[in-house]
């Protein structure tokens, strides 16, 4: 037998793990990888329209980040709803995990009504919260100038104060089911023992909750903080939908600004330079969360 | 402290009756052991006094107070658990002074009675652990500090024991005796384990299938046994029983079985079956003996020896002083004091004997 021979065997015998992964590693280098290189290089050039290439930009393209507002606005707007966001679905998340664990009769069809929120497209739930905030027929406008927050003049998601509460609306009503599902299975794991304990110990339920429950939750708070932080920090679908990111700025995300950049403006480079800003943006976050939340991984 | 009385008390779980009407009292200060096999009901006993369990009937007293509905928390009581419970969270200090420092006790208060509990238990060095970092006897002597810091009107102790190798085990029984001397406060202990029950009981109370089969002292137990069961269950090793009859002859009863007749001291009507109960630790070798077998088997305890014997009557054990030297392959005669010969009806097993 050759040597060349055994190595070929070597290779698709179980000892070698190369063969398993290559599929892996491939799909990895094809579809995150070449992009990513791809995108840096991106924001050092720029696509010239009318000679229909290219051309090498240099810093260009970063410095004009710091000059432009829309940017720095949309990075407010994204910081604003990341952060709201987060706060609602993990309190209302948990709030509602609690109340469902229980084996109280009819929670259980409740707990699968709730998975299927998550499997709507979100441009579909997107659709959906467009209609039900309508200004001429939506239920929400209907209910809202009913009981006199509205009076007609200034339609939700037209109006600046009130536009990204109304794409949040979506978000919370797509996503807070998500944190459910997590903390209920988190809940669910934990021992009863020291919930006797502190029973007997004369806790309330407050006391118990804010004692015992949440230090024992942390790392499921945190992996569910940190899943939904990253996917809420590159929010798209719904402004994409509902807004395209007006009135004004109001609801311009770091996204849909990258993409306006790229696809309606055909800035390629620019909007390549915007995307790579999130990505390091996010980051930074993620590892400074990781970090603070002294969560051992 | 406070007294523990309960009255009819009944635990279903659906159909399953785990505790029929049972009724006892355990007196203020009293340490009562709750002895019996697994699943006699004990450790239910004891929750449903915790309030853990719900009670299906009958009453629960506590201090002279009903309180079957009473939450948990309003019950001012104290439970060590089998598995500890400690919080997993929480350093040692603080699982410690959870319950005061809840209850808004000042922390320099808080602080004094942590650190004083902490030293009659030998944590002081480390109240600045968690729970993950400490041994199984440190742990359970943690969940023990948390019990001792409230002023708790009652202890509970489901198995503390269990879970720690047979010196700590030791060593931990005589730490929970001196902490009820020094504190005084109501104990009920629930253990499938009857040395430790002998050890450290006031007053045993041993369960079979969620009834009481017997209440006393260790003492009362271990010499007056009233059924079969409790003779069975009391001491190590266990009473030896022979199937016989009490046959009466020139005014006297004897116990007979194969190869044996044992005067018996008490007036006793003829019964054709009966079981003699027999105590190794009470059986003498003596040349004149009435029991005669062969030594199969000797096994070397320490001090003493128990030696395997089969008889004409059956298959008994004999504790013997290691001077004895008897060997296997011996043949010996036994004898007994009719005084320490129990006597059990067959087939119900209660003690023929009024002791």
Same mark, same amino acid.
């Given at each position: 037998?050759?040597?060349?021979?055994?190595?070929?065997?070597?290779?698709?015998?179980?000892?070698?793990a190369?063969?398993?992964?290559?599929p892996?590693?491939?799909?990895?280098?094809?579809?995150t990888?070449?992009?990513l290189?791809?995108?840096?290089?991106?924001?050092?050039?720029?696509?010239?329209?009318?000679?229909?290439?290219?051309?090498?930009?240099?810093?260009?393209?970063?410095?004009?980040?710091?000059?432009?507002?829309?940017?720095? @606005?949309?990075?407010s707007?994204? %910081?604003?709803?990341?952060? =709201?966001? /987060?706060?609602?679905?993990?309190v209302?998340?948990? $709030? +509602?995990?609690?109340?469902? @664990?229980s084996?109280q009769?009819? %929670?259980g069809?409740?707990? =699968?009504? /709730?998975?299927?929120?998550?499997?709507?497209?979100? $441009? +579909?739930?997107?659709?959906?919260?467009?209609?039900?905030?309508?200004?001429?027929?939506?239920?929400?406008?209907?209910?809202?100038?009913?009981?006199?927050?509205l009076?007609?003049?200034?339609p939700?998601?037209?109006?600046?104060s009130?536009?990204?509460?109304?794409?949040?609306?979506?978000?919370?009503?797509?996503w807070?089911?998500?944190?459910?599902?997590?903390?209920?299975?988190?809940?669910?794991?934990?021992?009863?023992?020291?919930?006797?304990?502190?029973?007997?110990?004369g806790a309330?339920?407050?006391?118990t909750?804010?004692?015992?429950?949440?230090?024992?939750?942390?790392?499921?708070?945190?992996?569910a903080v940190?899943?939904?932080?990253?996917?809420?920090?590159?929010i798209?679908?719904?402004?994409?939908?509902m807004?395209?990111?007006?009135p004004?700025?109001?609801?311009?995300?770091l996204?849909?600004?990258?993409?306006?950049q790229?696809?309606?403006?055909?800035?390629?480079?620019?909007?390549?330079?915007?995307s790579l800003?999130?990505?390091?943006?996010?980051?930074?976050?993620?590892?400074l969360?990781?970090?603070?939340?002294?969560?051992?991984w | 402290m406070?007294?523990?009385?309960?009255?009819g008390?009944?635990?279903?779980f659906?159909?399953?009756?785990v505790i029929?009407d049972?009724?006892?009292?355990?007196?203020?200060?009293?340490?009562?052991?709750?002895?019996?096999a697994?699943?006699?009901?004990?450790?239910?006993?004891?929750?449903?006094?915790?309030?853990?369990?719900?009670i299906s009937?009958?009453?629960?007293?506590?201090g002279?107070?009903?309180?079957?509905?009473?939450?948990?928390?309003?019950?001012n009581?104290?439970?060590?658990?089998?598995?500890y419970a400690?919080?997993p969270?929480?350093?040692?200090?603080e699982?410690?002074?959870?319950?005061?420092?809840i209850?808004?006790?000042?922390a320099?208060?808080?602080?004094?009675r942590?650190?004083?509990?902490?030293?009659?238990?030998?944590?002081?060095e480390?109240?600045?652990r968690?729970?993950?970092?400490?041994?199984g006897?440190?742990r359970?002597?943690?969940?023990?500090?948390?019990a001792?810091?409230?002023?708790?009107?009652?202890?509970l102790f489901?198995e503390?024991?269990?879970?720690?190798d047979?010196?700590?085990?030791?060593?931990m029984r005589?730490?929970?005796?001196q902490?009820?001397g020094?504190?005084g406060?109501?104990?009920?202990?629930v253990?499938?384990?009857?040395?430790?029950?002998?050890?450290?009981?006031?007053k045993?109370?041993?369960?079979?299938?969620?009834?009481?089969?017997?209440?006393?002292?260790?003492d009362?137990?271990?010499?007056s046994?009233?059924?079969?069961?409790?003779?069975?269950?009391?001491?190590?090793?266990?009473?030896?029983?022979l199937?016989?009859?009490?046959?009466?002859?020139?005014?006297?009863?004897?116990?007979?079985?194969?190869?044996?007749?044992l005067?018996v001291p008490?007036?006793?009507?003829e019964?054709?079956?009966?079981?003699?109960?027999?105590?190794?630790?009470?059986?003498?070798?003596?040349?004149?003996?009435?029991?005669?077998g062969?030594?199969?088997?000797s096994?070397?305890?320490?001090?003493?020896?128990?030696?395997h014997v089969?008889?004409?009557?059956?298959?008994?054990?004999v504790?013997?002083?290691?001077?004895?030297?008897?060997?296997?392959?011996?043949?010996?005669?036994?004898?007994?004091?009719?005084?320490?010969?129990h006597?059990?009806?067959?087939?119900?097993g209660v003690?023929?004997?009024?002791?």
């Amino acid at each position: 037998m050759t040597a060349r021979a055994n190595r070929l065997r070597w290779l698709v015998s179980g000892e070698s793990a190369f063969p398993w992964l290559a599929p892996l590693i491939a799909m990895l280098v094809v579809f995150t990888i070449y992009p990513l290189v791809y995108n840096v290089w991106l924001s050092f050039h720029e696509y010239a329209p009318f000679k229909r290439r290219v051309e090498p930009v240099g810093l260009d393209n970063w410095s004009a980040l710091l000059s432009d507002d829309r940017f720095w @606005d949309s990075i407010s707007v994204t %910081f604003t709803y990341f952060s =709201a966001m /987060l706060i609602v679905q993990v309190v209302l998340g948990m $709030a +509602i995990a609690l109340l469902l @664990d229980s084996e109280q009769r009819g %929670f259980g069809l409740l707990r =699968a009504l /709730l998975t299927l929120t998550l499997v709507i497209p979100p $441009a +579909i739930t997107g659709m959906m919260f467009l209609l039900i905030e309508d200004p001429e027929f939506g239920v929400l406008t209907w209910i809202l100038e009913r009981v006199g927050i509205l009076d007609g003049t200034n339609p939700i998601l037209a109006t600046g104060s009130t536009a990204l509460l109304g794409v949040m609306l979506a978000d919370v009503w797509q996503w807070t089911p998500f944190m459910v599902l997590i903390f209920m299975a988190g809940l669910r794991s934990l021992p009863s023992e020291p919930y006797e304990a502190a029973m007997l110990d004369g806790a309330t339920s407050w006391q118990t909750f804010r004692r015992i429950t949440l230090p024992l939750m942390g790392k499921v708070i945190a992996v569910a903080v940190l899943i939904r932080g990253i996917d809420l920090f590159r929010i798209f679908d719904y402004m994409f939908v509902m807004t395209s990111g007006g009135p004004g700025t109001s609801t311009y995300t770091l996204s849909l600004y990258a993409w306006q950049q790229t696809f309606s403006f055909i800035k390629w480079g620019y909007g390549a330079t915007i995307s790579l800003v999130s990505l390091i943006l996010i980051l930074i976050i993620a590892n400074l969360f990781i970090l603070v939340s002294k969560v051992r991984w | 402290m406070a007294s523990v009385e309960y009255q009819g008390l009944v635990k279903n779980f659906g159909s399953i009756e785990v505790i029929r009407d049972l009724s006892l009292t355990v007196e203020e200060g009293e340490f009562v052991v709750l002895l019996g096999a697994s699943g006699c009901g004990k450790t239910t006993l004891l929750r449903m006094t915790a309030g853990l369990e719900e009670i299906s009937g009958g009453d629960l007293f506590i201090g002279g107070k009903r309180m079957n509905e009473v939450h948990p928390r309003d019950r001012n009581i104290a439970m060590v658990f089998q598995n500890y419970a400690l919080y997993p969270t929480m350093k040692v200090f603080e699982n410690i002074a959870f319950s005061l420092q809840i209850s808004k006790v000042r922390a320099s208060e808080v602080r004094r009675r942590v650190e004083e509990a902490a030293a009659i238990l030998n944590l002081s060095e480390y109240l600045d652990r968690y729970p993950r970092e400490l041994s199984g006897g440190q742990r359970q002597r943690v969940a023990m500090g948390r019990a001792m810091v409230r002023n708790a009107q009652v202890f509970l102790f489901d198995e503390p024991l269990s879970n720690l190798d047979a010196k700590l085990r030791a060593h931990m029984r005589v730490e929970i005796r001196q902490l009820h001397g020094r504190l005084g406060t109501t104990t009920i202990y629930v253990t499938h384990d009857q040395i430790e029950a002998m050890t450290m009981a006031d007053k045993i109370v041993l369960m079979r299938e969620g009834q009481i089969e017997q209440v006393g002292t260790p003492d009362d137990l271990f010499d007056s046994p009233r059924t079969r069961f409790a003779a069975d269950f009391i001491g190590s090793p266990s009473m030896n029983f022979l199937e016989g009859s009490i046959e009466e002859s020139d005014g006297h009863a004897y116990f007979r079985s194969p190869g044996l007749r044992l005067s018996v001291p008490d007036k006793m009507a003829e019964n054709n079956s009966v079981t003699a109960g027999l105590r190794p630790t009470d059986l003498v070798i003596e040349d004149s003996g009435p029991l005669v077998g062969d030594v199969i088997l000797s096994e070397k305890t320490g001090a003493d020896v128990n030696l395997h014997v089969r008889t004409e009557s059956g298959p008994i054990i004999v504790t013997v002083s290691k001077e004895m030297s008897v060997l296997a392959g011996d043949n010996i005669r036994l004898t007994i004091n009719p005084e320490k010969l129990h006597l059990f009806d067959n087939p119900n097993g209660v003690s023929l004997r009024s002791n």
